[in-house]
């Protein structure tokens, strides 16, 4: 069935009891949302609690003022979550048991009779922050910061080109609210992790060009991000393509057992996905993948002479 967000609102305050779902590898979006909508469900007199799996360090404050409460779930709502394969170690639970889907990617695949895509939104933020006054809400601070994230960080602080004239519509009414956008944008986009930057410092050192410069790879392997997590080390992928006059930007990362995990990014010229598909790989024009095994050299000269054809 196709709900309009009146039509989603009519439904949460049918019921009580939330249990809020956010994907794996959670991002400021799945989470915003979450605790936006627990805390919108909360003040309306709903019990809600967010479920999500492990957060990375930079989105633990975001919980920080979020109310735990103890009850018995009866309504399953999952936001930003395309698939239930995204839930994680949680999928085991909630598969084939949620009651909503909330969400903005158009893949969406999820088994569920009562389902909200919207696909013009750049972040399932911008749906909340209207079901949030559907829900006759009161637009608080915090709700305010939640949302902020959600919508700035899926559109790379607004600079993305999902973000549209209704994103920065949003974000301008978020303003109005309160939130506390200039330290949002530093935690998010302007702080790395020492750590990370002595790695990109070390990637930097031993990144390799060819075919006359237009084509940049960079690798890590184990030993250089070891103590790493996921949300240090991502982004990498982008730096190859800040350079002027790189097309195709590569960058390849080791896994255990001789595995090396290739990124591919590339400007309008050049198709990514054919090439990653020479490596039995696949993805978009402009962003691909693959996974190659061997040593290191030998998985970058493979690389470099499939790059000499293609470029
Ligand atoms: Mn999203």
Request: net charge negative; aromatic share 8%.
């Amino acid at each position: 069935m196709k709900l309009t967000i009146k039509e989603v609102a009519q439904i949460l305050l049918k019921h009580d009891k939330f249990e809020i779902l956010t994907h794996n590898y959670p991002d400021g979006d799945c989470l915003g949302c979450g605790y936006a909508l627990c805390e919108a469900l909360q003040q309306i007199g709903k019990h809600a609690r967010v479920i999500t799996t492990d957060l990375p360090k930079r989105f633990v404050f975001l919980a920080d003022n979020v109310e735990e409460q103890e009850f018995e779930a009866e309504y399953i709502v999952s936001v930003d979550v395309a698939d239930e394969k995204l839930l994680g170690c949680n999928k085991e639970k909630y598969e084939g048991r949620i009651d909503l889907v909330i969400d903005h990617h158009g893949s969406n695949n999820i088994p569920c009779e009562q389902k909200y895509v919207d696909a013009e939104s750049a972040a399932a933020g911008e749906i909340i922050y209207e079901l949030i006054s559907e829900l006759g809400a009161v637009m608080t601070r915090s709700l305010a910061n939640w949302i902020y994230t959600a919508i700035s960080t899926d559109t790379g602080c607004f600079r993305y080109t999902n973000t549209s004239s209704r994103t920065l519509r949003t974000a301008a009414q978020l303003l109005d609210f309160g939130c506390d956008f200039g330290a949002i944008n530093k935690i998010m986009f302007e702080t790395k992790s020492r750590r990370t930057v002595q790695l990109e410092r070390e990637i930097l050192e031993n990144m390799r060009f060819c075919c006359s410069d237009k084509c940049a790879i960079i690798y890590t392997t184990l030993e250089m991000v070891e103590g790493m997590g996921d949300d240090e080390t991502e982004g990498l992928a982008s730096i190859p393509r800040r350079i002027e006059g790189v097309e195709m930007g590569i960058t390849v990362r080791e896994k255990p057992n001789g595995e090396y995990k290739i990124s591919v990014r590339t400007t309008d010229n050049i198709d990514a996905c054919e090439f990653c598909k020479r490596f039995g790989g696949g993805g978009h024009r402009a962003a691909a993948g693959c996974t190659l095994h061997g040593t290191l050299d030998d998985v970058i000269a493979q690389l470099v002479s499939a790059a000499e054809e293609t470029v």
